[in-house]
């Protein structure tokens, strides 16, 4: 086996299982491995490269499983994307012009058109990263995370006209043949019915991404990686294709690993490249300002604008194909794709300090950040009240729903369920559930939540653990006897996790299903041998 392969895998764990420790996320570990390796000697290769970008392209896939297409065309995506790239290059331009002005370091070689390339590059953030850090927490449904989603898409088709722009290359006439993709949903979404949920749902996932998507749409001339995002965007609506997202799940990830080992291995940098990446590290934080105060500008609360900011603060990737296009026609020297590939790596070390931290920043700042929320909320981003309500089902998913319909039957309208997705909260109503629209992982819904007496049950029903027990913590926080909480779980460390935070029951999925389909088919059993002519001899 190649030993170069196993010192690469051996050194991506190590670093990555020491930030780990440290309580930071692994890919701060893996970009770090990367200038390891690199210090060390090592190149990125064409083959790392490759699956590098096979893990993009099954990123922006898998977005596409989960996007609805309804969150482009609101304002605040579309609106707040070209608002804040206009305010980013407006600001870089100036900022750098002054830096050329007083002929300090590379600055002071940059023409006017290098100027506004760099300030271009650096108003983008980075898709791989922002997805990766909303997955870590388990909020890419939240509103700010269906926001910055929203926004990361924008950001990608305006790289697309800039990239079609700058090599001089219109796409293909057969370009617009692409228009006619939504003609096919349906042959799509039988041969998805008949793949399955074992080798042959992934092998089509990759059929899909890789050669519907991205090869199909390079071949026309346009961006590989939209390609990929819109063939997602094709199977969203179809019911198996979060599974078909969970089956990519594990390759996605580790194939990511690579993306982050080749920023790492792009180039080895000397002090004056270090300095300059590290003053461009620190503008991020009028990047997260200008993100934060378009947002609000839309009417969204101030936790929900600065979450967002904070998962788009950092540099994107795209700089770095900025950076090295400029390089390759002259437009720019060597220099700059080094500091570029430095500055992408700091912004990711920062954003995710800032997103680990961001609700300890937000309790501490709340009072100055809600100087800027309007009075008149989104109607997505709006408190939440329960009235007179006795029993409240967070998560109303396939759980929750059957935990509602069963507490319904006994308790009536005393039973209220509660949702993050505004759409499934109406389809609920339209069945006559009384349902309201929550995000129980936001914390400043649990700050504006109105919990009457008349509460005496909160069931904890969201698919994973991670919102559970966020939102058993915010209970525990009002220390009420007034109520009681349970819970599910899928496995028994996250069942006695629940039940340190004082929930009392939880009910363990699969051990309850086990049972629950044991108890059936006794009753049933029973039910045979009472009606069998030979029960006595049984």
């Given at each position: 086996?190649?030993?170069?392969?196993?010192?690469?895998?051996?050194?991506?764990?190590?670093?990555?299982?020491?930030?780990?420790?440290?309580?930071?996320?692994?890919?701060?570990?893996?970009?770090?491995?990367?200038?390891?390796?690199?210090?060390?000697?090592?190149?990125?290769?064409?083959?790392?490269?490759?699956?590098?970008?096979?893990?993009?392209?099954?990123?922006?896939?898998?977005?596409?499983?989960?996007?609805?297409?309804?969150?482009?065309?609101?304002?605040?995506?579309?609106?707040?994307?070209?608002?804040?790239?206009?305010?980013?290059?407006?600001?870089?331009?100036?900022?750098?012009?002054?830096?050329?002005?007083?002929?300090?370091?590379?600055?002071?070689?940059?023409?006017?058109?290098?100027?506004?390339?760099?300030?271009?590059?650096?108003?983008?953030?980075?898709?791989?990263?922002?997805?990766?850090?909303?997955?870590?927490?388990?909020?890419?449904?939240?509103?700010?995370?269906?926001?910055?989603?929203?926004?990361?898409?924008?950001?990608?088709?305006?790289?697309?006209?800039?990239?079609?722009?700058?090599?001089?290359?219109?796409?293909?006439?057969?370009?617009?043949?692409?228009?006619?993709?939504?003609?096919?949903?349906?042959?799509?979404?039988?041969?998805?019915?008949?793949?399955?949920h074992g080798e042959l749902l992934v092998l089509y996932g990759f059929f899909l991404a890789l050669v519907v998507g991205a090869g199909l749409f390079e071949s026309v001339g346009m961006k590989a990686d939209l390609g990929a995002l819109i063939a997602g965007m094709l199977l969203a609506a179809h019911p198996s294709a979060k599974?078909?997202?969970?089956?990519?799940?594990?390759?996605?990830?580790?194939?990511?690993?690579?993306?982050?080992?080749?920023?790492?291995?792009?180039?080895?940098?000397?002090?004056?490249?270090?300095?300059?990446?590290?003053?461009?590290?620190?503008?991020?934080?009028?990047?997260?300002?200008?993100?934060?105060?378009?947002?609000?500008?839309?009417?969204?609360?101030?936790?929900?604008?600065?979450?967002?900011?904070?998962?788009?603060?950092?540099?994107?990737?795209?700089?770095?194909?900025?950076?090295?296009?400029?390089?390759?026609?002259?437009?720019?020297?060597?220099?700059?794709?080094?500091?570029?590939?430095?500055?992408?790596?700091?912004?990711?070390?920062?954003?995710?300090?800032?997103?680990?931290?961001?609700?300890?920043?937000?309790?501490?700042?709340?009072?100055?950040?809600?100087?800027?929320?309007?009075?008149?909320?989104?109607?997505?981003?709006?408190?939440?009240?329960?009235?007179?309500?006795?029993?409240?089902?967070?998560?109303?998913?396939?759980?929750?729903?059957?935990?509602?319909?069963?507490?319904?039957?006994?308790?009536?309208?005393?039973?209220?369920?509660?949702?993050?997705?505004?759409?499934?909260?109406?389809?609920?109503?339209?069945?006559?559930?009384?349902?309201?629209?929550?995000?129980?992982?936001?914390?400043?819904?649990?700050?504006?939540?109105?919990?009457?007496?008349?509460?005496?049950?909160?069931?904890?029903?969201?698919?994973?653990?991670?919102?559970?027990?966020?939102?058993?913590?915010?209970?525990?926080?009002?220390?009420?006897?007034?109520?009681?909480?349970?819970?599910?779980?899928?496995?028994?460390?996250?069942?006695?996790?629940?039940?340190?935070?004082?929930?009392?029951?939880?009910?363990?999925?699969?051990?309850?299903?086990?049972?629950?389909?044991?108890?059936?088919?006794?009753?049933?059993?029973?039910?045979?041998?009472?009606?069998?002519?030979?029960?006595?001899?049984?």
């Amino acid at each position: 086996m190649d030993t170069t392969l196993l010192f690469f895998i051996g050194t991506a764990f190590t670093f990555g299982m020491i930030i780990n420790f440290i309580g930071l996320p692994p890919m701060i570990g893996f970009l770090l491995a990367g200038f390891a390796l690199n210090l060390w000697g090592f190149e990125s290769s064409e083959g790392l490269i490759a699956i590098a970008n096979l893990g993009v392209t099954l990123l922006l896939f898998t977005i596409g499983l989960k996007l609805d297409l309804r969150t482009l065309f609101k304002a605040e995506v579309w609106g707040g994307a070209s608002i804040h790239i206009a305010a980013c290059i407006i600001f870089y331009t100036l900022l750098l012009f002054a830096l050329k002005q007083i002929q300090f370091s590379f600055f002071s070689e940059l023409n006017i058109y290098g100027l506004l390339l760099i300030s271009f590059a650096l108003s983008f953030s980075s898709t791989v990263f922002a997805v990766k850090i909303l997955e870590e927490k388990s909020e890419t449904n939240s509103l700010y995370g269906r926001i910055a989603i929203g926004i990361l898409i924008m950001q990608d088709i305006f790289a697309v006209l800039f990239l079609s722009i700058s090599v001089a290359k219109i796409p293909s006439i057969w370009a617009l043949a692409l228009c006619a993709l939504p003609l096919i949903r349906p042959l799509l979404f039988k041969l998805l019915d008949r793949a399955g949920h074992g080798e042959l749902l992934v092998l089509y996932g990759f059929f899909l991404a890789l050669v519907v998507g991205a090869g199909l749409f390079e071949s026309v001339g346009m961006k590989a990686d939209l390609g990929a995002l819109i063939a997602g965007m094709l199977l969203a609506a179809h019911p198996s294709a979060k599974n078909m997202a969970n089956a990519l799940f594990n390759l996605k990830e580790l194939f990511l690993i690579c993306f982050f080992l080749t920023i790492g291995l792009g180039g080895l940098p000397h002090l004056d490249h270090v300095m300059i990446a590290g003053i461009l590290s620190l503008l991020l934080l009028v990047k997260i300002a200008l993100y934060f105060l378009t947002l609000t500008k839309f009417k969204l609360r101030s936790r929900t604008a600065l979450f967002a900011s904070f998962s788009l603060a950092n540099y994107s990737e795209f700089g770095l194909i900025v950076a090295s296009l400029a390089t390759y026609k002259g437009w720019l020297s060597q220099d700059w794709l080094i500091i570029t590939a430095i500055a992408v790596s700091l912004s990711f070390i920062i954003a995710s300090i800032l997103n680990k931290y961001g609700d300890q920043i937000y309790s501490r700042y709340t009072l100055s950040l809600k100087r800027f929320q309007s009075t008149r909320l989104h109607k997505d981003d709006r408190p939440v009240r329960v009235g007179d309500a006795q029993i409240l089902v967070m998560g109303m998913g396939r759980i929750g729903t059957g935990a509602y319909d069963a507490l319904k039957l006994t308790f009536g309208e005393r039973v209220m369920g509660i949702d993050y997705n505004h759409q499934t909260t109406l389809q609920h109503r339209n069945l006559g559930r009384r349902v309201i629209t929550g995000d129980a992982i936001d914390s400043d819904f649990w700050n504006k939540l109105q919990l009457t007496d008349n509460i005496k049950l909160i069931l904890l029903t969201m698919p994973n653990h991670n919102g559970n027990h966020f939102a058993a913590e915010q209970l525990k926080k009002i220390n009420s006897d007034s109520f009681k909480v349970a819970a599910i779980a899928h496995f028994k460390e996250d069942q006695q996790d629940l039940y340190d935070l004082g929930v009392s029951p939880v009910y363990n999925m699969y051990e309850e299903a086990g049972s629950g389909f044991a108890r059936h088919v006794c009753s049933e059993l029973k039910l045979i041998l009472n009606k069998s002519h030979y029960k006595h001899e049984l």
